[in-house]
């Protein structure tokens, strides 16, 4: 067929391989860990602040590491709830008045998912600047460093959250708390102690060859064993002075237990009996659905209208943190992103069936496994297994884990998402490119994470039009004669266009000839063909004499069809798609 594409090779270096899930496990299991203790208290904090059941909170977890990392097939993204959700699933309780009636909201919102799948609806975050994406990241990791600040100087009085510069429900945010907590860090000596020894741990660790070595030891894991470690010593030795006093239990992970469980920590049971008393614990904070509740209100307009509201923002959210994942992935690997709605889909609709708040996909977490060193999903499911097994057999031990270590490894993730070197990177790019940037950023620190990408590309699009606008029309003087100009059209032209042609037109002397030259624009919409017209009209009155060059007015759709016709598009892509 002489209009197709040229047959096209493909050819692969024998250097490189791509991670196989099985087979790096020295490297994906302690990763998992590091997600799971980083995951434990922020799954906890989410749901304390959206004002949902402690323990729904630790089930979207558990399905964010045991269910979407089966399905999905991104490679490093790690899913949970996330607090960017948090505004929505308050409101989503009060309006429906039950955390169980709620749950039907995030059950058909898995099930919008699933209806987004199947329109394949995730290649929205393709488009998607990449300034926008950096700005994504600088802005969480610029709330991470303010957010866990307070954890790190001991001031626990707020729930252990990752990206929200404002705290729900109150007049705080992250500044008033770091206020706070330097107002009262003399009387939080020692949880200052732990954070300080935690980030010496985190920086140091790398740094020695020896210890670098050992891939099974992450700088985030020691960081917190040694810190439980030393808050440990101050329980055993029960030093007197305030600096080496114990942590009170509001500075520590609070997994929550029934009363019977507690119970086992001051007493000797045998194995069966504890297996069966913890089994039976987690079943007890499990809430299930009430079908009769449901059954009465699947019909509610208010119901559908935020279980739509749940599906498209954590579909959303899920797809541009995959994206931004994916950037960070070394060895950059591109996710299916249609895949990552399907198994997210899933999880939420099963999460409505078991209590959990929504699930997505999280940056703060999937940035943790791969500065932990993990290589494949496998660091997801570790994780996911581990806050299943802890919440039934170890929760008593893992209360014993200081926030200050785990706010630690936030700050270490935090300044990693906005290293100076990558601001000045993209600020020598131009302004273009670093103005969409920092707008994103900033807007995302101070509201959330979609009102600031929504700002960020209409920011980024700003910018496209301006350098279209440009670049499409320029016009020059020919010949050695002043009155003689050419208006050339570099490429197709559209409305944004109409506003500086017009300007050039108007700019245009009496008494003169233009040549308006077509040429190389492909398409010419209605606005730029009305504004011709009327330009070839006007100019009757001013004696400028006009003519136009292989100017041809099309619509779109012709445009189009003539672009594929004269191209062979069609031919391309079937036999593309016939030898995948």
Request: charged share 15%; with cysteine; proline share 4%.
């Amino acid at each position: 067929m002489p209009n197709s594409f040229p047959k096209i090779t493909t050819t692969k270096k024998n250097t490189y391989s791509e991670p196989s899930l099985f087979g790096n496990f020295k490297y994906d299991v302690p990763a998992g860990l590091v997600v799971f203790l980083v995951a434990l208290p922020l799954c906890l904090g989410i749901a304390v602040a959206s004002d949902a059941p402690a323990f729904s909170g630790i089930v979207a977890g558990i399905l964010g590491g045991l269910v979407v990392p089966l399905i999905s097939r991104s490679a490093m993204g790690v899913s949970g709830p996330a607090a960017g959700l948090t505004a929505i699933v308050v409101l989503g309780i009060a309006d429906t008045g039950s955390f169980e009636l709620f749950l039907l909201a995030v059950f058909l919102g898995g099930l919008v998912q699933l209806v987004l799948f199947f329109m394949q609806a995730g290649t929205i975050a393709y488009f998607l600047p990449s300034s926008v994406l950096k700005g994504m990241l600088a802005g969480i990791g610029m709330i991470l460093i303010l957010k866990q600040l307070p954890h790190a100087l001991g001031y626990d009085v707020e729930a252990f959250s990752e990206d929200e510069f404002w705290i729900w429900g109150t007049d705080q945010n992250a500044v008033t708390m770091i206020l706070a907590a330097l107002k009262n860090a003399s009387k939080n000596l020692n949880a200052i102690v732990i954070s300080v020894i935690s980030l010496f741990v985190l920086i140091v660790w790398d740094r020695i060859p020896f210890l670098r070595k050992l891939s099974f030891l992450p700088a985030a894991l020691m960081a917190v064993v040694i810190g439980t470690l030393i808050n440990e010593a101050y329980l055993y030795y029960n030093f007197e002075s305030s600096i080496f006093s114990p942590l009170a239990s509001s500075h520590l992970v609070d997994l929550p237990m029934t009363d019977e469980l507690k119970s086992l920590s001051t007493q000797s049971v045998p194995t069966l009996e504890f297996i069966q008393i913890s089994l039976s614990n987690f079943w007890q904070q499990l809430t299930f659905p009430n079908f009769s509740l449901w059954a009465e209100h699947i019909k509610d307009w208010d119901i559908w209208v935020l279980a739509f509201t749940i599906g498209v923002v954590a579909s959303i959210e899920s797809l541009l943190t995959i994206e931004a994942v994916d950037k960070l992935d070394p060895y950059k690997r591109n996710s299916p992103l249609n895949r990552e709605l399907l198994a997210q889909g899933i999880a939420n609709t099963i999460a409505g069936l078991v209590g959990a708040i929504p699930v997505t996909a999280v940056i703060v977490r999937s940035t943790a496994s791969i500065g932990a060193g993990g290589r494949t999903r496998m660091s997801a499911i570790i994780h996911g297994l581990l806050l299943l097994i802890s919440v039934i057999f170890i929760s008593q031990y893992l209360n014993h884990i200081p926030l200050a270590s785990l706010a630690a490894i936030l700050l270490v993730v935090g300044y990693k998402l906005i290293k100076p070197s990558t601001v000045k990177e993209i600020y020598q790019k131009g302004r273009e490119q670093f103005v969409p940037f920092i707008v994103t950023a900033i807007v995302i620190l101070f509201s959330d994470l979609l009102i600031g990408i929504m700002v960020g590309i209409v920011v980024g699009f700003f910018f496209v039009i301006r350098a279209n606008v440009k670049t499409a029309i320029s016009i020059k003087q020919v010949g050695r004669d002043e009155n003689h100009f050419e208006i050339v059209f570099n490429k197709d032209l559209s409305f944004v266009n109409r506003a500086f042609l017009r300007d050039i037109f108007a700019r245009i002397p009496n008494h003169t000839s233009v040549i308006v030259d077509g040429t190389k624009a492909h398409f010419i919409d209605k606005d730029i063909e009305d504004t011709i017209k009327n330009f070839i009209k006007e100019s009757e009155q001013h004696d400028i004499q006009v003519t136009l060059k292989n100017v041809t007015f099309t619509s779109s759709e012709e445009a189009i069809k003539k672009h594929e016709k004269k191209n062979g598009n069609d031919d391309f892509f079937e036999e593309t798609k016939s030898s995948l």
